[in-house]
């Protein structure tokens, strides 16, 4: 079951690609669930998009894509600024393992929606758009849902980086997926992230109708 977010129809797409979705499940592990409800909106433009608890309140102007580089995609090119499409640019696993600078500002953080300005060029690779992501650090099997800036994750990935090996991360646990079994020490988390909600199913139900733009 999925909750549907009236996708704008002109954005809706087809079935997301089966090696994507492997992927996802390798890298990050995450339950069936919230494969489904991205399997329902993934590249869509939702109606209901807006989250907000107190002062903190976030839009998503499209959810991020669950195709890979090699899938045959539907309808008309949509061209990137490097000659590519940009569905397979805005994808989840090429967000995580593009080998970009979002990539590894990211932290391994799984990306699914952007809040990108629709006026802007759709480049995320390079830290230039903040994201919702599901974060791992506290729960493998209910990971909570974060905002990640990402101007502030790029800077805060410049200064990490320059710290000695044994001050940047500790043991692997390779009891987790592959994509969250680092661990990243002295990063500045609470420059980045704001926590949102305790679970992707919390945040799904509770996105509503933004403001007419």
């Known amino acids: 079951m999925y909750r549907d977010l009236l996708i704008d129809p002109a954005s809706s797409q087809g079935p997301p690609d089966p090696d994507e979705v492997r992927f996802l499940r390798e890298h990050f592990g995450p339950d069936d669930g919230f494969i489904a409800q991205m399997s329902a909106v ?5 109606s209901l998009d807006t989250w907000s608890r107190g002062d903190v309140r976030v839009r998503i102007t499209r959810f ?3 195709y ?7 309808g008309p090119p949509m061209p990137d600024s490097e000659g590519g499409d940009i569905r397979t640019t805005a994808s989840m696993s090429y967000l995580v393992d593009g080998g970009h600078q979002a990539a590894q500002a990211l932290f391994e953080l799984c990306p699914f929606g952007m809040l990108r300005d629709p006026s802007h060029p759709m480049d995320l690779t390079q830290s230039e758009t903040d994201m919702v992501c599901l974060d791992f650090r506290n729960s493998v099997d209910t990971p909570r849902v974060v905002l990640w800036r990402a101007v502030a994750a790029l800077h805060a990935l410049l200064v990490w980086d320059k710290l000695p090996f044994d001050q940047a991360f500790g043991a692997s646990d390779l009891s ?7 661990e990243f020490l002295n990063v500045p988390w609470g420059d980045f992230v704001t926590p949102l909600a305790d679970s992707w199913q919390e945040f799904f139900d509770g996105l509503e109708p933004g403001a007419a733009v």
Not at 42 to 46: E, R, S
Not at 68 to 74: F, G, I, K, Q, S
């Open 68 to 74: 890979a580089h090699r899938t045959e995609l539907p």
């Open 42 to 46: 993934h590249f869509g433009v939702p």
């Open 64 to 66: 991020l894509s669950l």
């Open 176 to 182: 987790k997926p592959v994509g969250i079994s680092s």
